[in-house]
């Protein structure tokens, strides 16, 4: 993959999705489409907006017991992302089924710790762990149970990396390093990210909210 910046559509609006699709399509590796996006437009808009031309990242965070989570991903069977997650949270049996059902060629990586949640959230959860530390314990989870890698935030990547040499790596909550954190935690520019060993970056505020998100998205390509 030539260019390894995704750019997170988090919106349920179509026209605004392609919009932003169409203008940054030259500057960009893939489109993530999310939840908002997916629970609006369903499996008709994924499919629309495969006609960009543009890898797709399926967002969907799936998380229940191992059946519902592997027939859920047969039912997605024809849409066929390039990438799709699952949390790891679910336990091994459920990150085996989830890659068990996936379509050959889609990588399937478990969210480890979102970037909104600290070490407060974290223990008001019930998870005494410190979020690096979570974030190494399911690593380690996701690896044994066969799925292609994880997502963390880029405080975690060199870590996890170092645990997982041949992962694959998703990295959100990137902010170049003049852009607004939002509700984001845990966060690095990235050009930070890549050199800690991120496989992909996962960027959407700092480009879909931009006034020229073309340009956005150019100035973020030329920092890596």
């Known amino acids: 993959m030539t260019n390894r910046i995704f750019v997170a559509l988090d919106t349920p609006d179509m026209v605004r999705a392609r919009a932003i699709a169409q203008r940054v399509r030259h500057h960009v590796g893939g489109i993530k489409l999310g939840l908002e996006f997916f629970m609006a437009n369903g499996r008709h808009g994924v499919t ?101 890698g994880i997502v963390c935030s880029g405080e975690e990547v060199a ?26 935690k845990r966060v690095v520019t990235p050009r930070a990210a890549l050199d800690a060993g991120a496989s992909i970056l996962v960027i959407g505020r700092p480009i879909t909210a931009a006034s020229d998100p073309d340009a956005a998205a150019r100035a973020i390509s030329a920092t890596l």
């Open 48 to 148: 629309e907006m495969h006609e960009l031309g543009l890898p797709i990242f399926l967002d969907l965070k799936l998380h229940d017991i191992p059946n519902t989570v592997a027939k859920a991903i047969q039912a997605l069977r024809g849409l066929d992302p390039a990438i799709l997650t699952v949390h790891a949270s679910g336990g091994r049996a459920m990150l085996e089924d989830a890659k068990a059902a996936a379509p050959l060629g889609t990588k399937v990586v478990a969210v480890t710790t979102l970037t909104s949640l600290d070490a407060n959230d974290l223990k008001t959860i019930g998870c005494a762990n410190a979020p690096h530390e979570q974030v190494l314990r399911l690593t380690d989870l996701a690896r044994e149970s066969g799925v292609d």
């Open 159 to 184: 870590a996890a990396h170092k645990l997982w040499p041949k992962g694959f790596f998703v990295v959100p909550g990137v902010r170049p390093a003049d852009g607004e954190i939002g509700d984001q």
